[in-house]
């Protein structure tokens, strides 16, 4: 079974900084697509960021230009770098792997791997 763990969420002030960090195991050969998801209360979970086997990497509009996302195949790991953090981008972030196929790595049915999540909290 794929096992997905998440790290570095916190509390940052808006224009702030945080690099949130995926581990990833339970499969072979790299991941098709390795991404992050975000969901605020009462808000529907809505894709960040994704990178796909080839190291295309794709963005929400939310996120391009501030977000930057990266991977480490050798070792199974995936971050997220965030810059100019708002307000907005507070709400629990998930990270998740696809490993048996992908057709869109912005589709989180894709996915067959989910981390528990981490929390991101922006305070202006």
């Known amino acids: 079974e794929v096992q997905v763990v998440e790290s570095g969420g916190g509390s940052a002030q808006s224009g702030g900084s945080l690099r949130l960090s995926c581990a990833a195991s339970?499969?072979?050969?790299?991941?098709?697509?390795m991404g992050w998801f975000r969901q605020a209360p009462g808000k529907e979970r809505e894709w960040v960021a994704a990178v796909d086997i080839q190291n295309t990497s794709t963005y929400a509009n939310t996120a391009k230009g501030r977000f930057t996302i990266s991977q480490d195949n050798a070792k199974n790991m995936v971050y997220l770098q965030m810059n100019n953090l708002k307000p907005e981008d507070t709400a629990m972030y998930y990270c998740?792997?696809?490993?048996?196929?992908?057709?869109?790595?912005?589709?989180?049915?894709?996915?067959?791997?989910w981390g528990q999540g981490t929390q991101v909290t922006v305070s202006s």
């Open positions: 998740a792997v696809a490993s048996e196929g992908y057709d869109d790595c912005s589709a989180a049915w894709e996915y067959n791997g």
């Open positions: 339970g499969y072979t050969g790299g991941a098709l697509c």
